[in-house]
């Protein structure tokens, strides 16, 4: 039987004809190019963040479902969806885990690069949310000193585990996980504003993989750190000169771009979609996920830091993206910008990695702890 509904994904979301095909007929097209004409006969729009959802899109169409397969929310004109009864769904934490990788292996990188340990080092982690919950745990489990810095959940927990901003903004490493929002008590646009950056020291390290516009980046290419990195800016793609000048590492808005956070946001809209069409879930699209990477053997050196080092460069290598785009001119890096992003090599997460078990049980249980498998 010929499928009744008609689907718009974004061509950029994986497994998605594998995933959405037995709900109805799936038309893929890149983020971007999507426009009113596409959905004239479509009943649901699944996007990532490079389609603009808004009543210039919408109007005049059918569609009664827009999901997002990514957690950034500003692309999406909330209130008109709901204000025409058009259910939304946002695959909020779908790449938290992703994320956090990616600061902490950059993290890493950053104490063998530059020589300190990681014991004797302070993070302050400004929004302790899905992502800085979860930088938390890695960071604790490596030994480092947390510091968290979150308003609206002190406010809520009454909890005195949170330190205000300027306090946070004296770590060693200051790492930002709030959403951009614009308004209200805990507007976050500017929060590390140039008032804010007059505190930072040259020994301090800060890094924005968060949203481009929580720091301001006027005043923060006038600060003077140990270092910088940087994988959201504003006004993506065509992101500051002066900027990416300063970064240690520039990547093009990929922290969150594991494969299994890809999949993860694709399976939550999935699953929210059959719950909104009263459509049971199925699962045969998991025969098409690729293999786990190949186990990973170690040879220890005794230095903990470093061994752990020598795992995360099997598992992801940030500077690899940062190479990606990498140019002297800040026009070619803008137009590989874009691109590199529409075709991101595929890495996975550290829980889909096998690790063989090593002979020291204290190494063992931390490569547990983060989340890799042993065998």
Known sequence: MTPSRTLV???AVPYAK??????????????????TEHLQNADALIVRSRTQVNSALLKHTNVSFVGSTVVGLDHVDQSYLKANAIEFYSAQGCN????????????????????FKLSEKSLAIIGVGHVGKLVEQKASALGMKVLLNDPPRARQEMSDEFID???????????????????????????????????IQPHQILINAARGGIIDEQAWIHTQT?????????????????????????TPHIAGHALDAKIAGSEMVYQALCQHWQIL????WRKFLPPPPPPISLS???????????????CYRPEDDDAAIRANNIVVTHKKYEYYRRHYPV?????QHRVIKTPDPTFNNLLYSLGFQLI
């Open 9 to 11: 994904i974004d061509d």
């Open 18 to 35: 594998e995933l959405f095909a037995h709900l109805g007929n799936v038309i893929s097209l890149p983020g971007k190019e999507i426009n």
């Open 96 to 115: 938290a885990n992703s994320v956090s990788e990616y600061v902490m292996t950059n993290i890493v990188n950053l104490a063998i690069e530059k020589g």
């Open 165 to 199: 901003l300027d306090t946070a903004l004296k770590a060693d490493i200051i790492t930002v996980h709030t959403p951009l929002t614009q308004t209200g008590p805990d507007a976050t646009y500017h929060l590390l504003s140039a008032d804010k950056l007059k505190k």
């Open 226 to 250: 140990e270092s910088n990195i940087i994988d959201c800016w504003e006004n993506e793609p065509n992101i500051n000169s002066d900027l990416y000048n300063t970064a240690d590492i520039a």
């Open 281 to 284: 879930p199925d699962d045969d």
């Open 300 to 314: 220890l050196t005794g230095d903990l830091q470093q061994d752990i080092h020598n795992v995360l460069q099997q």
């Open 347 to 351: 890495h996975r997460e550290w829980h």
